[in-house]
């Protein structure tokens, strides 16, 4: 039986930046499989003393969303972050809505 990798997978690398739904955590990928992610997660112990500890987690892919790339397209060249949504999403230039002062501007002239 051949594994088949979902969707969401197909454009996650190492290193890319992922937000969990379930969790509402922000994380950085340290190894990708075919239907998931592993990210280390900081935890904070107060045990004997207070210490911070990385700890792996699995997130399912049904559960993430990519955050190093455009939102729409896919794309890794020229993205920026877009303002409002209160997860930091983000969207290439030619992905991005046009602002209102520079539609009014194009506009009146």
Known sequence: MKIRQHPRMRDIIVGDE???YPENLFARVADVFPAAVCVKIGILS??????????????RAEDIENLSVCRYCGSRENIRTEAGTGIPFRVCESCSPV?????????GA
């Open 18 to 20: 992922v937000y969990s």
């Open 46 to 59: 107060v045990d004997d003393h207070l210490e911070i500890t990385l700890s792996p987690q699995l997130w």
């Open 99 to 107: 602002d209102e002062e520079s539609h009014t501007a194009v506009a």
